[in-house]
């Protein structure tokens, strides 16, 4: 059994920022940015390369000293405490392991320093490694681990202590489907679910629509929109793509797709049986389309739908925000 | 302290499978050690075989060398003159040298590795942190040191005791220099190492920066072989002060440079 939280999620705010600048030089990485996670939610933050999402990270993790503004965790100021430490678990960028130890070792001892004994450390380390298909026994230096492999190991290494806080930079990157899968429920699912508050920064779209509660999509160290990826595609995005791949595809079947209502943009590529299409209102269009297909005899072999429209509102924003100083 | 030791524990058993660094570990302070006992056996080995000689290097020496020898023979006072004006302050070098090579490696190899920052959001305290940093290259270097020491004694002794009717290697002055002195010399040249890694850009630069620290050493054996004689019974007591303060001063500036600039931003 692992010690008991330090500390419980109360009801305010888990993380919260409040009006922070920090500047590189002469970059400006975080512009006035504030934000709040409610206990139990999950925050993305999503927005393209430089736009200070790590550099967010970074000071809620205490590894990098606001220009201006605070940070806090669970209420308590961001001023790396031993307390907020303890119910921090924050994996930044790259993994970052020590290469001449084994897998054992190197969780062996960042468990004792998150004050773990070393029977809960054994059991503790065995469970996530048995979660994240890790072999506890291999000899094998970490040195010689591939990436995916040295994600892993840095992700396990932030679960050790059972966090109620999580700040998550780029987790699933380098992971292959199954684990990025296994990591989520991990983290997402089961009965501990509420009881963590998770910031994740993160490029993939989709990825952030299938975990997120809320999404932030920040540029230029500021946050343009913020909410739940339906209000975002409610806001700012005017449909979704639509992708299906079909057992044969016929000319006529742009038409059928055409007549089913609005939508837009229709573009076949016979040599993959692909059918594309974007549109307005896809829990309304997309029965329509497929019972007329089907009427006319196509065989559906699959339907997509790309970044549910996130990727629009995304774009959006972020073109609209270019000319912005 | 616990977190402090589990810290150093894992570096140690990082430097134990470095081949490298392991490999010079050893290979440096033997050679050191064999390079003077060798020296002081063709030293003596000639002027037992010259002894014509004897008088006319006696009169050439600085009078403060033969401070304190009136009692002995012309051929002890020979004898002891090596161990007296070279041997201390190279155990001095020693320790400086072994915890260049680890200490150089330890915040600033840490930032190159991205290893540092899972280290900085762990619940370990900055005091927890540094000492387990100063421990690191502080033991090792503290163990090298008084091996050698042995191996010197045992060395030494065998050319310069027999000359005498008790032995007079190693003396008290000897003994509580490497039993006091070194730690306390080595605890401040790891601290000042430290401060440097914390701000070096790279290991490189750490590297580099730390050679400066051997000035003093140096500058120490050049005064010594001048026949300014620093380690003695009257000086010996103000060294040890003079050190005390200055590691506990290099500690506070450590916790400082953690707490306050040295690796956020």
């Known amino acids: 059994m692992l010690p008991p939280l330090p500390l419980l999620p109360g009801t305010g705010p888990m993380i919260r920022i409040e009006d922070v600048h920090k500047s590189f030089g002469t970059v400006k990485a975080l512009d006035g940015l504030s934000l709040e ?7 993305g933050l999503i927005g393209p390369n430089g736009a200070g999402k790590t550099t967010t990270i970074r000071i809620l993790a205490g590894l990098l000293r606001p220009d201006e503004g605070r940070a806090f965790l669970n209420g308590l100021g961001q001023d790396r405490s031993i307390e907020t430490r303890r119910i921090l678990g924050a994996l930044i960028e790259q993994p970052g392991l020590y290469g001449k130890l084994t897998l054992q070792e190197y969780l062996t001892f960042f468990a004792r320093l998150y004050d773990l004994d070393r029977g809960q450390a054994r059991k503790r380390i065995q469970d996530l490694c048995e979660l994240l298909d890790l072999n506890v026994q291999t000899r094998e230096r970490l040195q010689g681990f591939s990436l995916g492999m040295k994600q892993k190991v840095a992700l396990a290494r932030i679960l050790l202590h059972d966090p109620p806080i999580l700040l998550l930079d780029e987790p699933t990157a380098g992971l292959d489907p199954l684990i990025t899968k296994k990591v989520r429920e991990h983290l997402l699912g089961g009965k501990d679910r509420k ?8 490029h993939n779209l989709d990825e952030a629509i299938r975990v997120c509660d809320e999404i932030a999509i920040i540029h230029k160290g500021r946050i343009l929109e913020k909410g739940s990826w339906e209000e975002l595609r409610e806001r700012h995005a005017s449909g979704c793509r639509v992708v299906m791949y079909l057992r044969e595809l016929r000319e006529d079947h742009a038409d059928l797709v055409k007549e089913s209502g609005a939508v837009s943009e229709i573009a076949l590529d016979p040599d993959r049986n692909r059918l594309a299409y974007t549109a307005a209102d896809v829990a309304e269009t997309n029965p329509l389309v497929i019972a007329r297909l089907a009427a006319a005899g ?5 339907v997509e739908v790309e970044g549910a429209g996130l990727d629009q509102a995304y774009s959006r924003l972020i073109e609209g925000s270019e000319g912005t100083p | 302290m616990k977190k402090a030791w589990f810290i150093a524990m894992k570096e140690w058993r990082e430097i134990l499978r470095d081949f490298y660094v392991m490999g010079i570990l050893v290979f440096l302070p033997l050679t050191m050690v064999g390079t003077l006992v060798l020296l002081i056996h063709f030293y003596m080995t000639f002027f037992l075989q010259n002894l014509d000689k004897v008088q006319l290097m006696l009169s050439s020496m600085p009078s403060a060398y033969l401070k304190g020898l009136s009692g002995y023979s012309d051929i002890q006072k020979v004898a002891i003159l090596p161990i007296k004006i070279v041997g201390l302050p190279f155990f001095l070098l020693i320790p400086l040298l072994m915890s260049g090579i680890i200490t150089s490696d330890s915040f600033a190899g840490e930032r190159e590795r991205n290893t540092l920052e899972p280290l900085l959001t762990a619940p370990v305290t ?8 100063i421990l690191t290259p502080f033991v090792p270097a503290l163990v090298v040191t008084w091996a050698s020491f042995a191996l010197l004694t045992k060395g030494v002794s065998k050319l310069i005791n027999p000359h005498f009717l008790s032995p007079v290697f190693p003396d008290t002055i000897w003994i509580v220099s490497v039993a006091l002195v070194v730690p306390l010399f080595l605890a401040g040249a790891v601290l000042a190492e430290i401060l440097i890694s914390a701000r070096a850009s790279s290991v490189k630069a750490a590297s580099a920066l730390n050679m400066l620290l051997s000035f003093p050493v140096l500058g120490v054996m050049l005064m010594q072989s001048t026949g300014f004689v620093l380690f003695s019974a009257r000086t010996l007591p103000w060294m040890l002060l003079s050190l005390a303060a200055l590691d506990a001063a290099l500690f506070t500036a450590g916790l400082r440079v953690l707490r306050d600039k040295g690796l956020r931003g």
């Not at chain 1, 996670?37 to 925050?43: A, E, L, M, Q, R």
């Not at chain 1, 009881?195 to 993160?202: D, G």
């Not at chain 2, 900055?126 to 940093?133: I, M, P, S």
């Open chain 1, 298 to 302: 196509a065989r559906i072999v699959s």
């Open chain 1, 37 to 43: 996670v409610p206990p139990g939610k999950v925050f």
């Open chain 2, 126 to 133: 900055d005091r927890q942190l540094l000492l387990g940093k």
């Open chain 1, 195 to 202: 009881r963590k508050t998770i910031l994740i920064s993160t």
